[in-house]
């Protein structure tokens, strides 16, 4: 299966940057066993998508076509693209560990990790995108 399509590549285009926006759309959906990736954001240069991955943690970042198309998992299986899910869905419909996030504020043009308490709510706070980058973009979570 092919992940980005022409189609899709031409609505990311006519979308544009969706970083001062709240509750960005997402653009195309990907998937593979327990990890998605969500992409609201693309660069045709760099080939390399921006958006929501749930995998081993939930965070906003970035990840490439080529790494995505390069992945197989047991039996030779790659990275799918969800073909039934539609143009219309926003990051805060995404149910997350089974948690709807409705309320949290994302500054604009800062974008950061989603941390999840043992409970599987999120704290109030600011959280940093990457450990450890002290100085790196953050999420605030009201």
Known sequence: ???LTKEIEERFKRIGSQENIKDPQIIVKFFSGSWTWYATEYDQDTK?????VEGHDTELGYFSLEELESVK???????????HYGF???????RLNETVIENDTV???????IHFDDDDTVSPGEYNFLQGWDDG?????K
Do not use: C, H, Q
Not at 48 to 52: I, K
């Open 1 to 3: 299966m092919k992940l």
């Open 48 to 52: 390399t998508f921006f958006g929501l």
């Open 73 to 83: 998992g047991p039996l030779g299986l790659g990275i799918e693209r969800d073909i």
């Open 88 to 94: 219309n869905n926003k990051i805060s419909s995404i």
């Open 107 to 113: 500054p604009p043009g800062e974008y950061g990790a």
């Open 137 to 141: 973009p953050k999420v605030t979570i």
